[in-house]
T-cell receptor, first 113, second 111 residues
Framework: EAGVTQFPSHSVIEKGQTVTLRCDPI?????LYWYRRVMGKEIKFLLH????????ESGMPNNRFLAERTGGTYSTLKVQPAELEDSGVYFC???????????FGEGSRLTVL | QKEVEQNSGPLSVPEGAIASLNCTYS??????FFWYRQYSGKSPELIMS????GDKEDGRFTAQLNKASQYVSLLIRDSQPSDSATYLC???????????FGKGNQVVVIP
């Protein structure tokens, strides 16, 4: 069974540009989460989807971040326009039960120059 | 006050020894506690979950929970070089229904 996959693994962009990160959860997992780890800090919650609905997006830092999960399958996280402080590793996770065992992807490392 | 705190300094242990990791949390209402292991550049992987006070053993790993003192610990017995990784403590707070992570502890097992 395929795990959680994320793309791209690493993205380098300039300040002001747009980046879209993609996450494919484990098949059948209704719950999908985005987390972010900024260098030197702990992994922080961004948002939680149940199927295609946003259950909790209170962790999103500001309106430059937009997450979608059309059809309740894969999810995208768009950062537009990117700022220097957006650099970090963005993790996606999925679970069958809300906040049951979370399965993480390997993360998408974003570097904003 | 951070939601979950871990002593972030690297822990070096000789092969075969016991590695001991500690974690404290701030939300007294928390009910679920997890330890994740993360190898460099890889995804965090759940290795232990604990929900009630006391010890829970799984192979060479033992998780200990003390809700009164608001700490959870992880013991790794007979440490192996393959245990070298970062260990993340995570706590589920039912107040906001989020999984909060500590910064992690890097463990280095020296052959």
């Amino acid at each position: 069974e395929a795990g959680v996959t994320q793309f791209p693994s690493h993205s380098v962009i300039e300040k002001g540009q747009t980046v879209t990160l993609r996450c494919d959860p484990i098949s059948g997992h209704d719950n999908l989460y985005w987390y972010r780890r900024v260098m030197g800090k702990e992994i922080k919650f961004l948002l939680h989807f149940v199927k295609e609905s946003k259950q909790d997006e209170s962790g999103m830092p500001n309106n430059r971040f937009l997450a979608e999960r059309t059809g309740g399958t894969y999810s995208t996280l768009k950062v537009q326009p990117a700022e220097l402080e957006d650099s970090g590793v963005y993790f996606c996770a999925s679970s069958q039960v809300a906040f049951g065992e979370l399965f993480f992807g390997e993360g998408s490392r974003l570097t904003v120059l | 006050q951070k939601e979950v705190e871990q002593n972030s300094g690297p822990l070096s242990v000789p092969e075969g020894a016991i590695a001991s990791l500690n974690c404290t949390y701030s939300d007294r209402g928390s009910q679920s506690f997890f330890w994740y292991r993360q190898y460099s550049g890889k995804s965090p992987e759940l290795i232990m979950s604990i929900y009630s006070n006391g010890d829970k053993e799984d192979g060479r790993f033992t998780a200990q929970l003390n809700k009164a003192s608001q700490y959870v610990s992880l013991l790794i017995r007979d440490s192996q070089p393959s245990d070298s990784a970062t260990y993340l403590c995570a706590v589920l707070s039912y107040g906001n229904n989020r999984l909060a992570f500590g910064k992690g502890n890097q463990v280095v097992v020296i052959p």
